[in-house]
């Protein structure tokens, strides 16, 4: 799983993820700084990049095609970095303790406080 930390999440979380042996960019380190969320999903569906955002409303929209790696997204705003990290590193142990690389292929992660996600495929 490679992910992809949309703007407004803290980069901070790079290491931590590196830390469990996942690969993790921010968006500013692709060259995306204020992109638009279409130029990122874009980029990430190019990319296999499962992206990580708390801008639900545009990426549920884009999320609704064939095929893309999938989307996890934190449902509470102006969470600080270590809140962010408190709900991803879960999830993340959740989908790896699945053993399949594809697990998130066509899904969405929504986190809506520390420990508890709902895990739902996307159809277009």
Same mark, same amino acid.
């Given at each position: 799983?490679?992910?992809?930390? =949309?703007?407004?999440?803290?980069?901070?979380?790079?290491?931590?993820?590196?830390?469990?042996?996942?690969?993790?960019?921010?968006?500013?380190?692709?060259?995306?700084?204020?992109?638009? =969320?279409?130029?990122?999903?874009?980029?990430?569906?190019?990319? =296999?990049?499962?992206?990580?955002?708390?801008?639900?409303?545009?990426?549920?929209?884009?999320?609704?095609? =064939?095929?893309?790696? $999938?989307?996890?997204?934190?449902?509470?705003? $102006?969470?600080?970095?270590?809140?962010?990290?408190?709900?991803?590193?879960?999830?993340?142990?959740?989908?790896?303790?699945? $053993?399949?690389?594809?697990?998130?292929?066509?899904?969405?992660?929504?986190?809506?406080?520390?420990?508890?996600?709902?895990?739902?495929?996307?159809?277009?």
């Amino acid at each position: 799983m490679r992910l992809l930390l =949309d703007e407004h999440i803290s980069p901070i979380l790079i290491r931590a993820l590196a830390e469990m042996g996942l690969f993790a960019q921010p968006v500013p380190h692709v060259g995306l700084a204020g992109a638009t =969320d279409k130029a990122v999903w874009t980029y990430a569906i190019a990319n =296999d990049f499962v992206v990580v955002t708390a801008n639900a409303r545009h990426f549920l929209t884009l999320a609704q095609i =064939d095929v893309h790696p $999938g989307l996890i997204i934190l449902r509470e705003s $102006g969470l600080t970095r270590d809140e962010q990290w408190e709900r991803l590193e879960p999830v993340v142990r959740f989908v790896a303790a699945a $053993g399949n690389r594809d697990f998130l292929l066509n899904k969405i992660i929504e986190v809506t406080a520390p420990g508890e996600f709902l895990v739902r495929e996307i159809k277009p």
